[in-house]
């Protein structure tokens, strides 16, 4: 884990305009340059996706690939079997959930 933070600063005046909370801001980068090489390096459709490890990345992956891919269906996996179990119960509120996400 760390602590991040992103502050804008206005181009004209060197004012500060805001100050954003880095972390979210971070697992959504990564995963939308992912979700990018993805689409560059992949030369066909995939219907399933594979996620490995269930933390704060997961998250972001999941829903940026689901978004972008439409995967039939997604495996869990995480070296601890409770952290997979969580994200899985955490995602099962989603549309088709029972029908996407396995162990």
């Known amino acids: 884990t760390h ?19 880095g972390s979210s801001i971070t697992a959504k980068r990564t995963a939308a340059v992912s979700a990018l090489a993805t689409e560059l390096l992949s030369n066909q459709r995939f219907d399933v996706l ?5 933390g704060v990345q997961a998250r972001s992956h ?3 690939h689901q978004k972008k891919f439409g995967f039939r269906k997604i495996h869990l996996w995480n070296h ?13 509120n989603l549309p088709n959930a029972s029908e996407l996400y396995s162990d």
């Open 3 to 21: 602590s991040a933070w992103v502050m804008l600063f206005d181009g004209a005046n060197g004012s500060l305009k805001a100050v954003l909370e």
């Open 50 to 54: 594979a996620i490995l490890g269930c």
């Open 62 to 64: 999941l829903e940026i």
């Open 80 to 92: 601890r079997r409770a952290m997979a179990d969580a994200l899985k119960n955490e995602l099962e």
